[in-house]
């Protein structure tokens, strides 16, 4: 089972970025896809879920309102839009892959590789 998370990079201060994950298989209908980071020097931590069959979504509450969970089905893919980007966002970003609605890291059993965001003032 291998997620492939891409889409980091540098930016400035509100600035906007969309970070992609994928899959070497289908993803099934009662998945649950979410996206965690990991800042320097700290712990990993949620960020942003969603349901694969469905629209309901959460958010942590450092990014509600600036960052939006999504998935298309078609081409088997979960996006991370980050708009009104801050330094404290820089991180490296995972995708994760579970079946419990959950915002522990524990509930997700499949990990990508992480992909980096730097946002400069």
């Known amino acids: 089972v291998q997620l492939q998370a891409s889409g980091g990079g540098l930016v400035q201060a509100g600035e906007s970025l969309r970070l992609s994950c994928t899959a070497s298989y289908r993803f099934y209908s009662s998945a649950v896809m979410a996206w965690f980071r990991q800042a320097p020097g700290k712990d990993r931590e949620f960020v942003a879920l969603t349901r694969w069959s469905r629209t309901s979504t959460d958010y942590a509450d450092s990014v509600k309102g600036r960052f939006t969970i999504s998935r298309d089905s078609a081409k088997n893919m979960v996006y991370l839009q980050m708009n009104s980007l801050k330094p404290d966002d820089t991180a490296v970003y995972y995708c994760?892959?579970?079946?419990?609605?959950?915002?522990?890291?524990?509930?997700?059993?499949?990990w990508g590789q992480g992909t980096l965001v730097t946002v400069s003032s």
């Open positions: 994760a892959r579970g079946s419990q609605w959950s915002r522990q890291i524990g509930a997700y059993n499949s």
